[in-house]
């Protein structure tokens, strides 16, 4: 009967007849594993043929190494290095130079402070000057002025005077000093007694040389030490009592021409 629900199977009809054909069995899954055999397959004959025709290119060199596959494998080939760049290098920053203070030298001032026209208290004893003593300035009035500059510097020229002395500055210095000896009364000189005795005797003065007058010792080569008693403008003829305080006075002096014949000394030797 049409529109029927039954709840028995639907290949019987009705209860207790007779059963209808089988359902037919599930499809089987079809076997598609050759397929992926031959894949595999047609994949290595490619890398096999890459590989043949890549071996057949290099005419040179041998071997190195055995492919996967047997047989000669491709060349390797060194990957280029990319080439230096030889780029200017920095230049130094040049440092400015330390500045240094130079050791101060008390000699080298005391020579480079003399200037013409000064005047110097500093003993003389007509051969050299005391090595351990530096020019002293004093003022130029008075019995202290032992000496007066008449030029100083690296290249002084000196008149060659009688009564000029020379003060040639350590060689680190390079100065000179031309000094004009100052007479003054009460100054002291040395000298050598050679011959004669009394009015007669003869001394030859270190007339451009000062000594202490109140010392023992001399100058090496003299034995004699003389006291200034006058300065006065040289005479054409120099009578007896010439150097005499008064026409009672009995000393012997001795006088010497001196500022190359300008003027004349008068001097008595000590006791």
Not at 40 to 66: C, F, H, I, P, T
Not at 161 to 177: D, F, G, H, K
């Amino acid at each position: 009967m049409s529109g029927y629900n039954s709840p028995y199977s639907p290949y019987s009809p009705y209860p207790g007849g007779p059963a209808g054909p089988p359902p037919p069995p599930p499809a089987k899954k079809q076997n598609q594993g050759w397929i992926w055999a031959v894949l595999a397959l047609l994949v290595v004959g490619g890398v096999v043929a890459a590989v043949a025709l890549s071996g057949s290119d290099d005419d040179e060199g041998g071997s190195q190494g055995g492919g996967p596959f047997g047989g000669g494998g491709a060349p390797s080939q060194a990957i280029p290095t990319a080439p230096t760049l030889d780029l200017p290098s920095t230049p130094a920053v040049p440092t400015a130079p330390t500045a240094t203070t130079p050791t101060p030298d008390p000699v080298a001032d005391a020579f480079d402070a003399v200037q013409a026209g000064d005047c110097l208290r500093n003993y003389y004893d007509g051969v050299q000057w005391d090595p351990s003593e530096v020019p002293q300035e004093v003022s130029c009035e008075g019995a202290g002025a032992f000496y007066f500059v008449t030029s100083a510097g690296p290249t002084a020229s000196c008149s060659g005077s009688n009564s000029e002395a020379y003060w040639y500055a350590p060689v680190t210095v390079n100065r000179t000093l031309c000094l004009a000896r100052q007479y003054h009364e009460e100054q002291c000189f040395a000298g050598d007694h050679t011959s004669g005795e009394g009015a007669d005797a003869v001394i030859n003065a270190r007339i451009n040389s000062v000594w202490p007058c109140d010392t023992d010792s001399l100058p090496a080569d003299t034995n004699q030490l003389l006291r200034i008693t006058g300065y006065y403008t040289a005479q054409e003829e120099y009578p007896p009592g010439f150097c005499a305080e008064n026409s009672s006075d009995q000393t012997i002096y001795y006088y010497w021409e001196v500022d190359d014949g300008e003027s004349v000394i008068c001097a008595l030797v000590t006791d």
